[in-house]
């Protein structure tokens, strides 16, 4: 089936250092989006990304979608103890269903404070 | 989101017990889900379902059931548990308007003894 490859699958950082979490396909992706989930809790959505190139800001996360719609990344500039949870992409293959999310693995961050 | 509620949120069973995890919602969606987690795996799709009279199996579907009762409630039944369908077990909607993006209730998590 078509899958979302997420890495790296746990990071962990002091508090203040960046991080960054990739998201790759082999085929096109229609759309990403990506879920934070803090321990204990459940996904909870943070953003949509749709056009090729597309960058958008949320604070100190950047989002970023690949100009082939293939690969997506979601940098966080000098992380605090409350970015702390499980990071995941999900997203819709074109040509595909497009109905029916594929999520990646997630990449689990903790942060040292 | 507290639009998205399931029942029980813990549940420790037997093997050979039949189990039912209930969602509800207020969101107003037509579309839910129910997706399992695992450390490691990420979330998994069990089931989906677009409408009332419209459900889907997922990836891994095998030795569930699910039932859409009205548009706010998709229950998922165990028939007979087993030991490694102990796992978080998350229900969420969508909005097929927004690329689908997933509102996760809060998850109930299952133990198989």
């Known amino acids: 089936g078509q899958q979302v490859m997420q890495i790296p699958q746990y990071q962990h950082v002091q508090e203040g250092e960046d991080f960054t979490t990739y998201c790759n396909s082999s085929t096109t992706l229609s759309n990403i989006q990506w879920y934070k989930q803090r321990p204990g809790g459940h996904p909870v959505f943070l953003i949509q990304?749709?056009?090729?190139?597309e960058v958008k800001k949320q604070k100190r996360l950047t989002f970023q979608f690949g100009e082939a719609k293939k690969n997506s990344s979601l940098h966080i500039t000098a992380t605090q103890t409350t970015d702390v949870g499980t990071y995941f992409c999900?997203?819709?293959?074109?040509?595909?269903?497009?109905?029916?999310?594929?999520f990646g693995k997630g990449t689990l961050l903790t942060v040292n404070p | 989101d507290a639009d998205v509620t399931q029942t029980p949120r813990n549940r420790i069973t037997k093997t050979g017990k039949r189990i039912m995890l209930e969602c509800s919602q207020t969101k107003g969606h037509d579309r839910m889900y129910w997706y399992r987690q695992d450390p490691g795996l990420g979330l998994r799709l069990i089931y989906y379902s677009f409408d009332v009279k419209d459900i889907n199996k997922g990836e891994i579907s095998d030795g569930y059931s699910v039932s859409r009762q009205a548009q706010a409630k998709f229950s998922l039944s165990l028939e007979s548990a087993i030991p490694n369908q102990t796992a978080l077990y998350f229900c969420?909607?969508?909005?097929?308007?927004?690329?689908?993006?997933?509102?996760f209730g809060p998850g109930t998590r299952l133990t198989v003894l």
């Open positions: 969420a909607t969508s909005d097929r308007l927004v690329r689908d993006t997933q509102y």
């Open positions: 990304l749709v056009k090729s190139g």
């Open positions: 999900a997203a819709h293959h074109s040509g595909g269903s497009n109905y029916k999310l594929t």
